[in-house]
């Protein structure tokens, strides 16, 4: 904990009577990727934005490259990058003025040709911010995060948004990041980015972290079990269904019925089977491996973009 | 330092290339110059010179729509937001646009004068000093204005109805748009109360009776203590964030910008010597000792040091 470059504890973040963030306590190590999964409206924005300085918080303390953001939001500045969320840029400036006039308030910066390459943007030098596409928008908001080649970096859900081909562009973006070692905090809602991405993850849920620690190991917690999703002619009971062969545990989710299956050819046999004694039809079947949405539906309820 | 240098560059470089800038920080002021020049002087020089006043007043109070309409915008579209990940300071953000602004309104200033004198033949233009004073005083106290404005409102509309009912009384009330003398007495008071009376008077008296800065400074000092209570009142109430709300105080503190003036104003009315001065410059206007002139004297006399009236020892011009 002690070589943490950046520590969280106990935060608390009230908007008038509604408490947004309640008592979130984490650490991020050098050179890590940390993500803060959790639906909208988690608090994972509010909890970011109290690390940058963004927004004061009304309880907990907050060390980032060890300062106080707070206390010292002039220093923090210089070593923090990021690319925050509901943000722009003035429609009539150019990419590279943006990169020149953000790396300008800096005492330490990269050559902002560089990160023009490096970023995709070169033949975007010129064009002013109002003609970019979403995916060169946020692109370049990346970019900037990095003018001061900062030692930490915050990413607010970097892919919010974005069509499927400019997400995966981002991904290889931040990936290569992640190559160099670049610490980073990035928030997110999708159960991808953060697999895919982090090296931890905080799964949040109003305003606390009710599961942490590595992709991998939070799986392991949800036991391993493949999950079957079937929708069905007729609605059926999740007790019964849970007592066939092969099934472990079944729930109703908006109609869908998710079946935790240790051997899933077996499970899925015994339901049809079971069906067809009922006189009930499938409408849908899917099978899914498990993945981080598990572990949000095991400990809330919920699926995670209810 | 550096970043406040970078930011008012770039707020150059960004209002150059916005067409709204162009058409009320250039277009308008140029609209109203060749109106009251053309229209209201009848292009005679030694009116076209009384006018100047309120052209040149009313190019500088102009500065107050375009700043207010910037900073919110730049608010609401989550552009301040960027920049509050930076190490910029809100005085960084304030202090570029006031001077930005100050740049960009000079040239205007310039052109108009440039005008005037080849088009309008005007050749006296009195003071310079007096009336860059005034100018300077002025720029950046209506922008500072502007900012407050911006600061108390949360969006664009609400920004634009505030903007016009400061615009309207301080056109109508000041001698900007009807000379003061014209006005009935109950409104030449109302007047006394606010800045842009000042300013339209200063620069009258700077350009029309060659009045030099002491012999204006209550002018130039109101407008001065103005700017800086406007300019520190904007930099309290600065917010970075779309969706923070303003603070109940801030509507204390925008009405502290009101002060000055009003116990200037309560001064002026017992003294007068504002009214009287556009009384004297008005009737001159209206009753030339000559009704034709030469353009190149279409002045009046720069009154003696030691006339205690300040008063121009002639009327209007003399062939």
């Known amino acids: 904990m002690a070589d943490s470059i950046l520590q969280v504890e106990n935060l608390v973040k009230h908007y008038g009577n509604v408490q947004a963030v309640r008592g979130v306590s984490f650490h991020v190590d050098e050179g890590e990727v940390f993500g803060l999964l959790g639906p909208n409206g988690a608090g994972k924005t509010s909890t970011v934005e109290m690390l940058e300085g963004l927004r004061t918080r009304d309880s907990g303390r907050i060390s980032v490259c060890g300062l106080d953001p707070q206390e010292n939001p002039g220093r923090l500045k210089h070593e923090i990058g990021a690319a925050l969320q509901s943000t722009s840029l003035p429609d009539k400036i150019r990419v590279m003025e943006a990169l020149r006039l953000f790396s300008s308030f800096y005492k330490r910066h990269r050559d902002p040709e560089e990160l023009l390459k490096r970023f995709g943007l070169v033949e975007k030098r010129n064009a002013f911010y109002n003609q970019l596409s979403g995916g060169q928008k946020q692109r370049l908001a990346l970019a900037m995060a990095l003018v001061n080649d900062p030692q930490v970096l915050f990413f607010d859900e970097p892919t919010s948004g974005l069509d499927p081909q400019v997400r995966r562009e981002i991904y290889d973006i931040v990936e290569e990041l992640k190559r160099e070692k670049k610490t980073i905090v990035m928030t997110t809602h999708y159960i991808e980015e953060a697999e895919r991405l982090c090296d931890r993850v905080a799964i949040i849920d109003h305003g606390q972290v009710i599961a942490l620690g590595s992709p991998r190991e939070l799986k392991d917690r949800s036991g391993d079990k493949t999950r079957v999703e079937v929708r069905l002619t007729k609605p059926d009971s999740p007790d019964v269904l849970k007592n066939l062969e092969g099934v472990t545990e079944c729930r109703e989710l908006n109609g869908i019925y998710i079946l935790q299956a240790q051997r899933p050819p077996q499970a899925i046999v015994s339901l049809v089977k079971h069906l067809e004694i009922h006189g009930n039809e499938l409408l849908g079947l899917e099978i899914l491996t498990p993945s981080l949405e598990d572990v949000f539906i095991e400990l809330t309820g919920r699926r995670l973009r209810d | ?319």
């Open chain 2, 1 to 319: 330092m550096t970043n406040f240098v970078s930011l008012t560059r770039m707020r150059i470089q960004l209002a150059l290339r916005n067409r709204m800038f162009i058409f009320f920080s250039v277009i308008m002021p140029m609209g109203f110059f060749f109106l009251y020049s053309g229209v209201f002087a009848q292009s005679v020089p030694y009116k076209v010179a009384y006018y100047l006043g309120p052209i040149l007043s009313l190019t500088v109070m102009g500065s107050f729509w375009g700043l207010s309409a910037a900073l919110v915008m730049f608010r609401e579209q989550g552009i301040l937001r960027r920049f509050h990940v930076t190490p910029i300071t809100p005085g960084d953000m304030l202090a570029s646009s006031i001077v930005a602004n100050y740049v960009l309104t000079l040239p205007t200033v310039a052109v108009e004068l440039f005008f005037a004198r080849t088009i309008f033949h005007v050749h006296n233009f009195g003071d310079w000093s007096s009336i860059f004073l005034l100018m300077t005083v002025g720029i950046i106290s209506f922008g500072s204005l502007g900012l407050v404005v911006a600061s108390v409102t949360n969006t664009m509309q609400e920004t634009q109805v505030i903007n016009q009912l400061l615009w309207l009384p301080l056109i109508f009330l000041s001698g900007a748009t009807f000379p003061l003398a014209f006005l009935p007495k109950t409104v030449q008071r109302v007047g006394l109360f606010l800045p842009a009376t000042y300013l339209v008077n200063g620069l009258q008296q700077a350009v029309f009776h060659d009045r030099h800065p002491w012999q204006l400074r209550v002018e130039w000092l109101s407008l001065g203590s103005w700017a800086v209570l406007t300019f520190f009142v904007s930099s309290q109430l600065f917010r970075w964030e779309p969706e923070s709300k303003i603070p109940r105080k801030a509507k204390l503190w925008a009405l502290a910008t009101a002060i000055p003036f009003f116990f200037l104003g309560i001064w002026e009315i017992r003294k007068d010597d504002i009214i009287r001065e556009a009384k004297v410059s008005f009737f001159e206007v209206e009753h030339p000792a000559m009704p034709q002139m030469p353009p190149s004297v279409a002045q009046p006399e720069k009154p003696s040091a030691s006339d205690p009236s300040g008063k121009p020892s002639q009327p209007a011009a003399k062939p």
